[in-house]
């Protein structure tokens, strides 16, 4: 059974900075194209960061370049995402996203975790 468990969500001020995990169980992470997706209310679910198995080389969605990091750890089976600079525009949920780099069929998402920036 995969699953796929996010946590390190919450509420923090206008420039402030929090840590998103995802802990993988069922799956070889080494295997994963690892992403982060976000859902504000009202609008559609968009990509925000993407490390490859191969190389982990990374994507970022323009609107956090430089402000946020993903990175991995395959012997914890575990993504983060790092959040600086967070601005009332990055509040919605983020959901850790598992696609396999050869089998389009297994993919697999988190239940989500609620990231909100108010003062």
């Known amino acids: 059974q995969v699953q796929l468990v996010e946590s390190g969500g919450g509420l923090v001020q206008p420039g402030g900075s929090l840590t998103l995990s995802c802990a993988a169980s069922?799956?070889?992470?080494?295997?994963?194209?690892m992403s982060w997706y976000r859902q504000a209310p009202a609008k559609e679910r968009e990509l925000v960061a993407r490390?490859?198995?191969?190389?982990?080389?990374?994507k970022y969605a323009d609107s956090v370049k430089g402000r946020f990091t993903i990175s991995r750890d395959n012997g914890k089976n575990t993504v983060y995402l790092q959040m600086n600079s967070l601005n009332t525009e990055d509040t919605a949920v983020y959901y850790c996203?598992?696609?396999?780099?050869?089998?389009?069929?297994?993919?697999?998402w988190g239940q989500g975790t609620q990231v909100t920036v108010s003062s």
């Open positions: 490390i490859v198995t191969a190389g982990g080389g990374t």
């Open positions: 996203n598992a696609a396999h780099w050869a089998s389009s069929s297994s993919n697999y």
């Open positions: 069922g799956i070889t992470l080494s295997l994963y194209h």
